[in-house]
């Protein structure tokens, strides 16, 4: 047992630990070229940021009216997807950082994405993550994605944890969502800066409302420290 006691950390990937949204976007600027729909926007990605990829995908197919199904849509964007997170993925500092000081301190650590656990694989292996994060829940392994709380749930349940005891660190507001609903305590460190207030946010213990830009490994375990001497802070 650590330090923290029954404490549990578990991470989202994407926009969390790691600035993979722009490999995200452009495996899905190419798929929807590849289906006839030639302008897919950054700003339209952003709303589907935090979502798994599977709903996503089911979302597209009725907003621009793609009759390809939604396996082979999926396949598509994933073999984009898995070539620029080859070699173009990159870890938040601050954030490896902090799963480093989790990891000396003996906390059971987990990933929950909505990233299929092919993209999962490739992204810890290539960054080197996967020496501290061997528990790994996808979306795809799960009934519902978040703002469902199954992932969040499905990785305590493999941690050996109640979850209660599991702190959730998520970027988007899907995830805080999911993050309440499982009944776990949430670090939010909103991707998407403008998406700050969204109410489901308002149920993180400690929201960083700038970001990556204001999260910092030795913040988080102070907060963390601080939670389980029963002096949680709200930033």
Not at 90 to 105: I, K, N, S
Not at 210 to 223: D, K, N, V
Request: aromatic share 8%; glycine share 8%.
């Amino acid at each position: 047992m650590s330090a923290l006691g029954t404490l549990s950390v578990v991470f989202d990937l994407d926009g969390t630990l790691v600035d993979s949204e722009p490999n995200y976007y452009e495996a899905g600027r190419r798929t929807l070229v590849e289906y006839g729909v030639p302008d897919f926007s950054w700003a339209e990605h952003e709303r589907y940021v935090g979502i798994s990829t599977r709903e996503t995908i089911a979302d597209w197919r009725r907003r621009y009216g793609l009759s390809a199904s939604v396996d082979e849509l999926v396949a598509v964007k994933n073999g984009h997807y898995l070539e620029l997170a080859r070699t173009r993925t990159t870890v938040f500092p601050e954030m490896r950082a902090f799963v480093e000081r989790l990891a000396d301190e003996g906390v059971p650590m987990a990933v929950a994405s909505g990233s299929s656990a092919e993209a999962i694989a490739v992204i810890l292996a290539g960054t080197g993550l996967d020496a501290h994060l061997c528990t790994v829940v996808s979306a795809d392994e799960v009934a519902h994605g978040k703002p469902a709380p199954d992932v969040f749930l499905e990785a305590a349940r493999r941690l050996g944890s109640d979850p209660a005891d599991c702190v959730v660190v998520e970027d988007a507001a899907p995830g805080a969502a999911a993050a309440h609903a499982a009944g776990m305590r949430c670090i939010a460190v909103p991707y998407v800066a403008a998406q700050a207030g969204a109410p489901e946010f308002a149920t993180a213990g400690l929201l960083l409302r700038g970001g990556q830009s204001e999260f910092t490994a030795r913040a988080a375990w102070e907060w963390l420290t601080g939670t389980e001497a029963g002096t949680a802070r709200r930033s």
